[in-house]
Structure formats: C-alpha cells, structure tokens
DNA sequence: ATGCACCCTGTAGTCACTACAGGGTCAAGG
DNA sequence: CCTTGACCCTGTAGTGACTACAGGGTGCAT
C-alpha cells in the first residue's frame, strides 16, 4: 500500500506519515522501483496505535515508550499503568485550569453592557488597575 | 524601571518582556547611557494587561486586537465582546474534548490488571485489533 | 504525448515562548 | 583601582507536533 492509501486508512496527512518514520516513530518501509513507499499490514497497525495515542492525547515520547513496551510482550504492565496515570493526572490538571479559565470569561463577558469601550467590563477585567489613565 | 523589576512586577521572564517588544506588543522603551531598557507606569499597564489576557487564554493575536481597542476608548465595545465570546467558544470546546478524553483515559486505566503486557488492556485500546500478530 | 493524481526530498513556517552564547554595565567590597 | 557578581544587551536556535510549500519525479489513462 502506497502512503497515500495508508494515510487514509489511519486518517493522517501523508506529511505527517512521513514525519512519523523521520523521527522514529514508524520504520522506514520498502520501497517500489519508482522510489515510492510500500507499507503493509504491520505499518498499519503501528500506525493506528500511533494514531489512537495522539487521540488520547499522549506525547509522541510517550507514545514512542508504550510501542516499545508493547513490543516487549512479556514485560509486567506496571509501567504502561504509569505512563497512562501520569497522562490522566496531566489532563485532569488542565481540565481544571480551563474550567477555572470558563468561569472566568463568563463572568468577564456577563458583564458587558457593549456600550462604548471606555466603560467596557471586559477591557477593565483585563486592566490592572480599574479605570487606567 | 529596569527590565528586571517589570517582568517581576509583571510575573514575566524577561525574555518574554524582550519578545513582546519584538513582536509589537509592547512598545520601545526609553535607554539609559548604558543601553538598559527603562520603562514607565505605561509599559507596566500595558504589560499588565497582556498577561491577564494570556492567563485568560487569549492568544497573542488576540491580544493585539483587545489593545488596539482598548486604546480607542470612545469605540463600541461590540468588537471587544465578540473576541472575548468566541474565545469562550473555543475554551468550551476544548473542555469539552478534554473531558471525554479524560473519561476514556479513566475507563482505559480502570480495566489494567497490571499482568504481562501481552494481556494489557491499555495496549489492547490503543491498538486497533483486539489482538495483534 | 499529454494531462493529472500521486509520490519524492528538503526547507521553512506555525505558536508562544525558552535557552543559550558571547558579550557589555553597574554597584559594592577589598 | 580592581574584581566579583548581578544584571543587562543582541542574536540565534530550540521546543512539540506537525503543516506548507518549492521543485521535481512516477504512473496510469486518454
């Protein structure tokens, strides 16, 4: 399969197919007489790991040690269960920081009477001092 | 005031102080004999009011637009209130989407026995065959 | 033989900084 | 007077995870 056809297959942009094998990530594949790339199934699958990863959020570090934990099937689990808590407690971090951030824009925005900007509540929440000079 | 004692004041690195002023952000300050930047109250609201809006999320852009009407004070604040809606937007999607991650995230971690990597059930939800060759 | 979709490499750009390298300035202490 | 150390200067390169070309080659159908 051309990297074109795999790229549809795992939702990716063929550049950024290409940026996976630069760094690491996906083994360089064959290629054809013309000096195309030719993936087969194995590419997929990493591919689609990799890809799911992303979804979850996880940093291509991160996702570059769980391929290499999951190539080593005998291993104890334990550290792919500390990387994935450590990743959860990251997003639970800024899923709190941005809840915080919403409530504050709604209560910024709330109070704008859209009149002229000189009385705008939403320029004065941003200004240190209430009325600058 | 030195660029030192503003980023202080500001909780900025001074750095960043250099690179608002790159960027246009933050307009040239006066130099002393020595060439050491000097600023005044204005650059400390001006700068003050920069960071407020970055913790608030606003991108740099966006910022630069928030000033320019902030400084046009007799202005309708309609163009301020739509930045400041569609930032809010913007927040609520991405909570949105780091919120159902978080839950996956949870589910996934939840099912790990913390056996062999070869029955992980973390590995399973990222790749894309219950089980792989 | 020509058009077109696809592929190749390599480089530069994105965002909002951060981190040096390699110097200059200034005030205090010896 | 000299040195030490904290601060300042410019300029460049690096971060993460791609994205967007430029300038060319390949493969297939018409």
């Known amino acids: 399969m051309t990297i074109g056809s795999l790229a549809e297959a795992t939702q990716t942009r063929v550049e950024t197919v290409r940026w996976y094998e630069k760094v690491g990530l996906l083994p360089p594949p064959a290629r054809s007489s013309g000096n195309y790339r030719l993936y087969g199934p194995e590419h997929l699958r990493r591919l689609s790991f990799i890809r799911r990863g992303r979804a979850l959020g996880f940093t291509v570090e991160q996702i570059r040690d769980l391929l290499a934990l999951a190539d080593d099937r005998d291993r104890s689990c334990g550290e792919v269960d500390t990387i994935a808590r450590a990743h959860l ?16 824009l709604r209560e910024v925005i709330g109070q704008c009477g859209c009149g002229s900007v000189s009385d705008c509540r939403i320029i004065e929440a941003l200004s240190p001092l209430g009325e600058p000079a």
Chains 1, 2 share one sequence.
Do not use: G, N
Request: overall charge neutral.
């Open 89 to 104: 407690a990251h997003v639970e971090r800024k899923l709190a920081d941005l809840t915080r951030l919403a409530s504050e």
